[in-house]
């Protein structure tokens, strides 16, 4: 299909002209291909070099990541960040980019579906505004600390670090993807009893400690895997393209 339909749709289901993000996200469309077509949908949470040479080894010429090219602020096109353009535009490889958009959006974003990923009977509503849009979902519960602590390991496929700050049996939740750890005061402000987020900064686990809050870190990668995998699998039903999970942990 062309990429200009393909890009035109992803912008206005993840409303990317109206909603907020930090300057170096950049959402949207970050580099055009020389085709102007799109076959085979690549899925990456960063778009740093050894992804998007894994991404041009499985023959995509579409990619869409969570964490775009700039997300480290202006820099010379020199070293790595030449050659990732240079080998990008070298295989015809066009690069998407969804940040808060994708965090927040109800559907196919990353916090509502890792918050449905745990099977609580529970129903999850949009919290935590970053300037009026909301980044992640709460919900009422009642379940042990030590349940949600293992049913978070299996949604993750991973070792998850508890701050047993709070009670051990959790009534209000609330899941924030990414580096929201930072956040503990503000989301104990909201009522939260247990907070669960990819990492944060080392005090912050003090001053949920303080506070009475339980937080679960979850690693910042693996918190916002599913977002764009099932955005990309979303796009490669609706418009007939192969898709591929292009998976590079880091371990955070």
Request: hydrophobic share 45%; with cysteine.
């Amino acid at each position: 299909m062309q990429l200009a339909e393909l890009t035109a749709h992803l912008d206005a289901y993840l409303s990317i002209a109206t909603l907020p993000d930090y300057p170096p996200a950049l959402n949207g469309l970050q580099l055009e291909n020389t085709s102007g077509k799109v076959t085979k949908i690549g899925a990456a949470v960063d778009a740093h070099l050894p992804v998007l040479q894994k991404a041009i080894a499985s023959g995509c010429d579409f990619l869409l990541v969570h964490h775009g090219l700039f997300w480290s602020g202006l820099q010379p096109i020199t070293g790595a960040v030449f050659q990732k353009f240079r080998e990008s535009m070298e295989a015809n490889l066009a690069i998407y980019s969804a940040h808060l958009p994708l965090d927040g959006h109800l559907e196919h974003g990353n916090s509502i579906l890792l918050a449905q990923a745990l099977k609580l009977e529970a129903s999850w509503s949009p919290f935590f505004p970053y300037k009026n849009f909301n980044i992640g979902v709460r919900a009422e519960v009642e379940i042990s600390r030590d349940e949600l602590h293992n049913r978070l390991g299996h949604a993750l496929n991973g070792q998850v670090h508890l701050c047993a700050g709070g009670p051990e049996v959790i009534r209000n939740v609330g899941v924030i993807t990414g580096g929201a750890g930072s956040e503990v005061a503000a989301v104990k402000a909201l009522g939260i009893d247990t907070l669960i987020t990819g990492e944060g900064p080392h005090w912050s686990y003090t001053l949920a400690e303080e506070l009475g809050i339980n937080v679960f870190y979850g690693g910042h990668y693996a918190t916002e895997t599913f977002g764009v995998k099932a955005l990309a699998a979303d796009l490669a039903q609706r418009f007939g393209l192969e898709w591929e999970f292009i998976d590079h942990p880091t371990g955070l």
